[in-house]
């Protein structure tokens, strides 16, 4: 067999794909891992019980947009890595100015409160376990990132692995804001950003593995 009659042979049952496959095969994959994070959050850990309070306030809506401008950034950077030789190398950049405003913001937050306020809104009273709920919460949509990137064609195995992660654990911030009571935002630039990189180092880890041609 000639090189050419192999490749028309591998060829020859292929179909085009519609377009907007890989977009929907991606929403077909987050729905129920989003469903699952936010079941996570509201039956193991519960709303925060002043919410109705917390919604008229800014550090509240800051600390929920963080990781959702996290997330969204991270979808498009799925996008882009689950096709061969995609770097997302904007949505990096993207994702560094987000971070990068949420830490103007908190600073600012110090700056305008008293010193003996600096341990709770840097602290708070769940920085020792906030990271490993973000973990946890993220999981649903890492294994939901995993199985769409499984069904695309990455080539970039680490990279797409983590922005999986960090993609799923952008997700599980979000869901978690719901229910964490704290409200300082250097809390979240530093307890938040731990469990969304935590998320983006096990996808990294694991990615030879789960996503092996």
């Known amino acids: 067999m000639t090189t050419d009659d192999l490749i028309n042979a591998l060829a020859r049952d292929l179909r085009p794909v519609s377009p907007g496959a890989l977009e929907r095969l991606l929403a077909l994959a987050l729905a129920p891992g989003l469903v699952l994070s936010a079941a996570l959050i509201f039956f193991a850990h519960g709303l925060r019980p002043d919410l109705s309070t917390a919604l008229h306030l800014p550090a509240f809506w800051v600390k929920s947009f963080y990781p959702l401008l996290l997330a969204l950034t991270g979808i498009g950077a799925l996008m ?3 096709r061969p030789g995609g770097v997302p190398r904007s949505c990096g950049i993207a994702a560094l100015f987000i971070y990068l405003i949420l830490v103007a913001l908190g600073l600012w937050q110090l700056h305008a409160s008293p010193a003996s ?3 709770a809104l840097i602290f708070g009273i769940s920085s020792w376990f906030c990271p490993l709920i973000i973990l946890g919460a993220g999981l649903p949509v890492f294994a939901a990132n995993i199985w769409f ?3 695309a064609a990455p080539t970039h195995l680490r990279l797409a692995g983590f922005v999986a992660g960090i993609t799923a654990g952008a997700v599980g911030a ?3 804001s719901w229910g964490c009571i704290e409200n300082g935002l250097p809390f979240v630039a530093l307890w938040y950003t731990l469990g969304i990189v935590l998320c983006g180092i096990l996808g990294a880890l694991t990615s030879r593995s789960l996503l092996r041609w």
């Open 80 to 82: 882009i890595v689950a």
């Open 117 to 119: 306020d600096y341990p």
């Open 149 to 151: 990137l499984r069904r």
């Open 174 to 176: 979000w869901t978690y």
